[in-house]
């Protein structure tokens, strides 16, 4: 995947296993580090420099967007279950939230903050999510 931007408020990206592109008008100029383009080309998740997230869907939609991540919320990585229709984020405070229900996204937090999360792992089924917590593993299933 390859990600392009005519200019910071205008975004295209390029889906390199399926040769389509996506272009995006965004309503504030974005710096995005990462792409989270869902294996059915249905939803695109774009994390910007600051962590904010935002949704992108629909090939021919060009209309200007808003981050669906609350503005405190500064995401540092995100992972889509096996099925690609929920993406859990590392947010930068150590805690750990799902984007679900992909045709109106909802944010749901799943930890709270806590002091060494590493090793986020969703279960083959995609029903449970391990992550690492200092020395402690913990399977929670998120909504």
Do not use: C
């Amino acid at each position: 995947m390859l990600f392009l931007l005519a200019d910071k408020s205008t975004v295209v990206i390029f889906n390199t296993s399926t040769y389509q592109s996506r272009q995006f008008l965004l309503p504030t100029p974005i710096e995005p580090i990462n792409v989270f383009w869902s294996v059915e080309d249905q939803n695109v998740f774009l994390q910007t420099v600051e962590g904010e997230i935002w949704w992108l869907s629909e090939f021919t939609d060009v209309s200007p967007h808003e981050p669906i991540t609350p503005l405190d919320l500064a995401v540092r990585t995100a992972f889509w279950n096996p099925q690609h229709d929920t993406l859990v984020m590392l947010t930068k405070d150590n805690s750990l939230w799902a984007i679900h229900n992909m045709s109106t996204p909802t944010i749901t937090q799943l930890t709270a903050s806590l002091p060494d999360i590493h090793t986020v792992r969703w279960s083959p089924d995609g029903h449970h999510v391990a992550f690492v917590n200092g020395s402690d593993i913990y399977i929670i299933s998120p909504p």
